[in-house]
């Protein structure tokens, strides 16, 4: 198998669109060239640097909260990262795919809020808090508002009451 059959088409990598090249781009973590790994791009929000999705999600995991929703490179502070087959060097462009890759997560069910009916994130969490239409998880949720002391602005707190049980995350 050549390249090019797993390369973008030669229109959509220009750098006037906005896509980097994808022969010569290597992940800084673990070496290997992404497009001949036939891997995808971990597309970090607020960071230009490119990785392996994989190597992206494996830092992310393997290391504290606080060092891993960085950059490995410049430290620059990501809180979301999407996979991609091109990489992009427009923010407007990056931000676009971001924010689709959110929809599609937001078409899938939470598994923690299936098991519990409640997730820590809230309104934060990425994947959807509906209840399955087989009448599963049918306890009672509320929404409560509250101000925050430290922001000072609305933000809300999900509570699920069980029959015997309170479990907020």
Not at 3 to 14: A, G, L, T, W
Not at 62 to 79: A, F, H, V, Y
Request: aromatic share 12%; hydrophobic share 25%; charged share 25%.
């Amino acid at each position: 198998m050549t390249n090019e059959s797993i390369s973008e088409p030669k229109h959509s990598i220009s750098r006037s669109n906005g896509i980097q090249s994808t022969r010569s781009m290597t992940c800084c973590i673990c070496l290997e060239n992404i497009v001949a790994t036939r891997k995808q791009f971990g597309i970090q929000n607020n960071c230009d640097h490119f990785f392996c999705f994989e190597c992206l999600s494996t830092w992310r995991r393997m290391n504290d909260k606080e060092i891993g929703r960085r950059c490995p490179l410049c430290r620059t502070r990501s809180t979301f990262i999407a996979p991609s087959w091109r990489c992009f060097t427009d923010t407007d462009d990056k931000q676009a795919l971001i924010g689709a890759h959110k929809l599609r997560l937001k078409t899938k069910p939470c598994r923690t809020f299936l098991q519990y009916s409640s997730c820590r994130y809230g309104r934060r969490c990425y994947y959807s808090h509906r209840y399955l239409s087989d009448g599963h998880n049918q306890n009672l949720l509320f929404d409560f508002q509250y101000l925050t002391s430290e922001n000072n602005h609305e933000s809300s707190e999900r509570v699920t009451y069980h029959s015997h049980r309170y479990r907020p995350y």
